[in-house]
Nanobody, 123 residues
Framework: VRLVESGGGLVQPGSSLRLSCATSGFTLAHYSIGWFRQAPGKEREGVACISSSGDNTYYADSVKGRFAISKVNARNIVYLQMNSLKPEDTAVYYC?????????????????WGRGTQVTVSS
């Protein structure tokens, strides 16, 4: 099982980024995927999650209306579109796979993790 994040970078406030999570070694359609982030000195938090079917999504209050998660099972990839970025969005972003497929926002429910990609929002 492998998850590889990409698409992070340094952007100005108000900008957009699209993170990608490329998966391999498992059938993406059977797993839910979550995007989590961790800023220095803070706990890891759930940002956006999508169930195995793609029917259910979760967004943290801090990103609702700005971020969108999508899942392309046929391409084994999950995206996190991030718009109107703010300095407080600065963190390392991780994608993770949940075997039970519920789309849980709790990091402890996830079984496999990528190594993360850095997102820095600064003027």
């Amino acid at each position: 099982v492998r998850l590889v994040e990409s698409g992070g970078g340094l952007v100005q406030p108000g900008s957009s980024l699209r993170l990608s999570c490329a998966t391999s070694g498992f059938t993406l359609a059977h797993y839910s995927i979550g995007w989590f982030r961790q800023a220095p000195g803070k706990e890891r938090e759930g940002v956006a999650c999508i169930s195995s079917s793609g029917d259910n999504t979760y967004y943290a209050d801090s990103v609702k209306g700005r971020f969108a998660i999508s899942k392309v099972n046929a391409r084994n990839i999950v995206y996190l579109q991030m718009n109107s970025l703010k300095p407080e969005d600065t963190a390392v972003y991780y994608c993770a796979a949940e075997v039970l497929g519920r789309g849980s926002p709790n990091s402890t429910d996830y079984d496999y993790w990528g190594r993360g990609t850095q997102v820095t929002v600064s003027s």
